[in-house]
């Protein structure tokens, strides 16, 4: 259960280094090879499945023990927007490939748990 729970702090930490990311590359007009409109659909996308939250939620319930249940559950929330992203950044690849190894490892992560 400890490597599960570190798996879970990993894919926390991720998922807000990648929402900081975004929010940095947005701000940040001066980009190459970025368009800012491409990034800020992504940034809303992840406000809507609120990816902020499930990186604090896992962070918190997987701190001191394992919660399996409920990192599942998480988990599956993760992924479903994770999924959209992804497809919204296949479809737009030329305008925010900066984005695919981000992508790829929270795909990773997140896949790497046992159900």
Same mark, same amino acid.
């Given at each position: 259960m400890i490597h599960e729970r570190n798996k879970a702090i990993l894919l926390a930490e991720n998922i807000n280094s990648f929402i900081k990311f975004l929010k940095q590359k947005h701000e940040n007009k001066n980009n190459f090879r970025v368009q800012a409109d491409k990034l800020y659909q992504i940034k809303?996308?992840? +406000? +809507?499945?609120?990816?902020?939250?499930? @990186?604090?939620?896992?962070?918190?319930? =997987?701190?001191?023990?394992? $919660?399996?249940?409920?990192?599942?559950?998480?988990?599956?929330?993760?992924?479903?927007?994770? @999924?959209?992203? $992804? +497809?919204?950044?296949?479809? =737009?690849?030329e305008d925010v490939f900066l984005l695919t190894a981000r992508i790829h490892t929270l795909k990773n992560l997140s896949s790497s748990f046992n159900n």
């Open positions: 809303l996308l992840t +406000e +809507e499945y609120k990816f902020q939250i499930i @990186s604090d939620e896992l962070f918190r319930i =997987n701190q001191f023990d394992w $919660d399996g249940k409920y990192t599942y559950y998480l988990l599956e929330q993760f992924r479903q927007g994770m @999924s959209i992203i $992804d +497809e919204y950044v296949q479809n =737009n690849y």
